[in-house]
Every structure is written in structure tokens, then in C-alpha cells.
């Protein structure tokens, strides 16, 4: 069993700031991609990031610039940094990894999400 753990959301107002964080915990042999999604209100959900092993980085065109992956390996975690935010950009936020567990599996896993509200 692979657990995901997602904290930093909040609510903030337009231009602020926030940083979330991504914790992969269990059967952990590796860790392949991981990536930030988001789901706003009455929209589809989408990649807003991801980060390979080595890293390398993608970014959704609509947050370049202004949001920032990040990963430490030895920790098995993500960090997405977020500036300059625009009501447009409030979701609930997900994290997702590649993973390869001990038994050698290559898996996803999901995060439960953070809520992440920009308002004045």
C-alpha cells in the first residue's frame, strides 16, 4: 500500500501566495513521475505540473511563470509553489505519482486533494 498525503492549501487573496506538499509514504521501491492536477468548480480536471525522477519539468501554459514544482526523492515528496494567484486558479489541487512499489508494480496513486481559494 502506497499513501499519498497532500497538505498547504488555503484560502488567499489575488496576487498571493501558497505552497503545497505532497508526501508518498508505504511499498515504496521508486518513484517515477509525480504531478500536481487540479479541478476547479463545474470544470474538467488537469494537469497543472509534473516533475520526472531526474527532473524534468512540465508545466500547464495558464500557471507558467507564476507556479513552481519542485521534488526531494529522498523524501518521497512534491512541492508545488504557488504565486501570483488568480481567482481562475481556485481548485481543489491533487497529487498523483508513478509508482513503483517493492513488489516491483508500477502504479498510480491519488491524493485526497487541497482546497486552494483565491479571493478578496
Known amino acids: 500500500q502506497v499513501h499519498l498525503v497532500e497538505s498547504g492549501g488555503g484560502l488567499v487573496q489575488p496576487g498571493g501566495s501558497l505552497r503545497l506538499s505532497c508526501a508518498a509514504s508505504?511499498?515504496?521501491?521508486?518513484?517515477?513521475?509525480m504531478s500536481w492536477y487540479r479541478q476547479g468548480p463545474g470544470k474538467q480536471r488537469e494537469l497543472v505540473a509534473s516533475v520526472t525522477q531526474g527532473g524534468g519539468i512540465k508545466y500547464v501554459d495558464s500557471v507558467k511563470g507564476r507556479f513552481t514544482i519542485s521534488r526531494d526523492n529522498s523524501q518521497h515528496t512534491v512541492y508545488l509553489q504557488l504565486s501570483s494567484l488568480k481567482p481562475e486558479d481556485t481548485a481543489v489541487y491533487l497529487c498523483?505519482?508513478?509508482?513503483?512499489?517493492?513488489?516491483?508494480?508500477?502504479?498510480?496513486?491519488w491524493g485526497q486533494g487541497t482546497q486552494v481559494t483565491v479571493s478578496s
Open positions: 498523483n505519482a508513478q509508482v513503483v512499489t517493492s513488489g516491483y508494480l508500477l502504479l498510480t496513486y
Open positions: 508505504g511499498e515504496i521501491f521508486a518513484i517515477n513521475d
